[in-house]
């Protein structure tokens, strides 16, 4: 069980998967909120941590919270988990 942030709500863990097809249509489970977007950068809250997509010409075409559902067209340039990482993973092999 977990404590969502954005509702303080309790519940099971959202699993979280991210798809990129060829770098212009993105598509993830396990998402709470949407911070802020534009066209050049989404912040969305997910089950793992907030995620920080880059790119140009970023349009969100689908958001619901209740489903957990994200997809998002335009040119991605990049897409990263800002804060402290809880379920370890790459940053142990660059130590």
Do not use: C, W
Request: net charge negative; proline share 1%; hydrophobic share 35%.
């Amino acid at each position: 069980m977990y404590e969502d942030k954005n509702t303080g709500t309790a519940g099971a863990k959202a699993p979280h998967i991210l798809t990129l097809d060829n770098r212009h249509e993105l598509r993830a489970t396990g998402v709470s909120n949407v911070d802020s977007f534009d066209e050049q950068t989404v912040v969305a809250y997910t089950s793992l941590g907030q995620l920080i997509i880059r790119g140009e010409n970023l349009h969100i075409e689908k958001l619901s919270v209740e489903t957990g559902e994200l997809t998002l067209t335009g040119n991605v340039s990049s897409m990263a988990y800002a804060g402290e990482e809880k379920h370890g993973g790459l940053s142990r092999l660059f130590r």
